[in-house]
């Protein structure tokens, strides 16, 4: 499945619908976190017009969602 173009702050909504919930901003770059059982993912999304796909990819493995899951999340 292909990766949409999307930005920074579209990717953190989809990502508050998963359960990431914001924990401070440094310059362009919001970190994240979730508590997921007995531990804790935090990534980190740059505030870009565009975000690179490559980079797209990394938060979402970090974040363990698939890419239709995310298609999913976007469209909620």
Excluded at 5 to 19: D, P, R, T
Excluded at 49 to 54: A, D, L, N, P, W
């Amino acid at each position: 499945m292909k990766l949409p173009v999307v930005s920074g702050i579209e990717i953190i909504k989809a990502l508050h619908k998963a359960g990431f919930i914001v924990i401070r901003q440094r310059g362009s770059h919001v970190i994240l976190k979730k508590i997921s059982g007995d531990r804790v993912i935090k990534l980190t999304v740059p505030l870009h017009e565009t975000v690179k796909k490559g980079t797209l990819r990394k938060i979402l493995d970090v974040a363990e969602i698939s890419v239709e899951e995310f298609l999913r999340l976007l469209k909620k």
